[in-house]
């Protein structure tokens, strides 16, 4: 297949996992064999091939790209309001689509690429497939949380500023999900009402583990977190437990990644000071063989929680929240545990429960292990390529591009 891949972020701009999966995913697909073009917004317009993968960055179609970088109220309404259907966004992508000629469309998330993308392919008569990273398509915040809350469903404000995506959303012929629970969702408030659903979760690269673990002896437990230290995460849940834990002694903290406001720096002098490690900005590889566990409490519905695969490839067992797609990676007593969300003497009891015990700590080590064979390139590689090749069967794109060769 000949795939154009529009993706919201994609390397070497990296926050957080939605980068990284990108990029294993159009890894993934050149590697078996299909023609792949990434289109990536930027600051200027190159060509380029970015880890065997050929990459179009395009200069930004809104009014800015980077919507980490803070804005003026003024400057982050109309940002909304153009992802709503970009006149600009349909015009390149239609550019795109007539240089590259591909088989199929694969959006992989929907930022700053636009809504609009999915009209440009439907007017070439390309079949368009949907991956879903965020609660983006119905929330103003990507999140769905108002202070701190989850919100039951879109609220009103959300509903009018999406009206324009939910639309555009009955162009996909195919929606795919990390998680089960992102994809219904979205089904739940109306999206995406003539595509199909798929789950396909993300990739990792390797199995990094040769062997379960055992629990080490001679030091106290190693309790890691990974990942943006927000409050959506649940960095605050986590701070409180170190605190509930901290009279017990037999329990260290290793912190990787950052946070850009104050409610990062007043939660981390939260934690025990003497056991606890910031290590700041770090790669899984560096992060995971200095941890024996894996706590990932985040008190939002995230869709997916790439950490918690790249954990169990290092055969690190994780304690997530039970709530949203991370959930869905976690078997209770198998490779780890659930928490209840936002409830940080529950996550402190299971964290005591596993570094008490030798024998629970290896059968969890084990069955982590044996997890991250699910998420390895064959596995997802054989679900993707189902997903795409039924879509285009339906839409009968195969036919088509026959045609184009045949006349070309």
Excluded at 287 to 295: E, R, T
Excluded at 347 to 352: F, R, V
Aim: neutral net charge.
């Amino acid at each position: 297949m000949r795939i154009l891949m529009p993706c919201a972020a994609f390397p070497p701009f990296a926050d957080g996992g939605g980068p990284v999966s990108s990029l294993l995913l159009a890894k993934m697909l050149v590697a078996a064999g299909h023609e792949v073009r990434v289109v990536n917004v930027g600051d200027d317009d190159r060509h380029e091939v970015y880890e065997g993968v050929p990459v179009h960055r395009i200069r930004s179609l809104n009014i800015y790209w980077n919507y980490y970088t803070p804005r003026p109220a003024w400057k982050k309404l109309v940002w909304h309001a153009l992802e709503n259907g970009n006149p600009r966004a349909f015009f390149a992508m239609r550019r795109e689509i007539d240089d590259f000629r591909p088989d199929i469309m694969l959006t992989v998330s929907i930022e700053n690429t636009n809504v609009a993308s999915w009209a440009a392919a439907r007017a070439a008569g390309i079949p368009v497939a949907h991956t879903i990273f965020s609660a983006f398509m119905m929330c103003w915040n990507g999140v769905m949380q108002r202070e701190g809350e989850n919100c039951r469903g879109q609220c009103t404000g959300c509903y009018a500023g999406s009206f324009g995506r939910r639309q555009f959303s009955r162009l996909v012929d195919a929606v795919i999900g990390e998680s089960r629970d992102i994809v219904q969702r979205h089904l739940d408030e109306g999206y995406f009402p003539r595509a199909k659903a798929y789950r396909v979760p993300a990739v990792i690269d390797a199995i990094h583990a040769r062997a379960p673990r055992a629990l080490a002896l001679g030091r106290p437990f190693r309790v890691g977190f990974l990942g943006v230290q927000t409050r959506f995460k649940g960095f605050g849940v986590l701070a409180e437990a170190a605190r509930l834990l901290a009279p017990h002694g037999n329990v260290e903290f290793v912190i990787g990644g950052t946070g850009r406001d104050s409610f990062a720096e007043e939660t981390r002098a939260l934690f025990p000071a003497e056991r606890t490690t910031f290590l700041g900005w770090t790669t899984p590889a560096a992060f995971f063989p200095q941890v024996d566990l894996l706590v990932y409490p985040t008190i939002g519905r995230e869709a997916f929680g790439r950490a918690t695969i790249e954990a169990f490839s290092h055969a690190v067992p994780v304690i997530s929240t039970d709530i949203g797609g991370v959930a869905e990676n976690i078997e209770d007593g198998v490779n780890g545990y659930h928490a209840a969300a936002g409830d940080p003497a529950a996550l402190a009891a299971c964290i005591e429960r596993i570094a008490g015990s030798p024998d629970l700590y290896a059968r969890l080590s084990r069955g982590a292990l044996e997890a991250a064979a699910d998420y390895l390139e064959p596995a997802v590689r054989t679900v993707l390529e189902t997903a795409l090749s039924e879509t285009l069967a339906r839409r009968g794109a195969p036919a088509r591009r026959d045609q184009r060769e045949a006349a070309g």
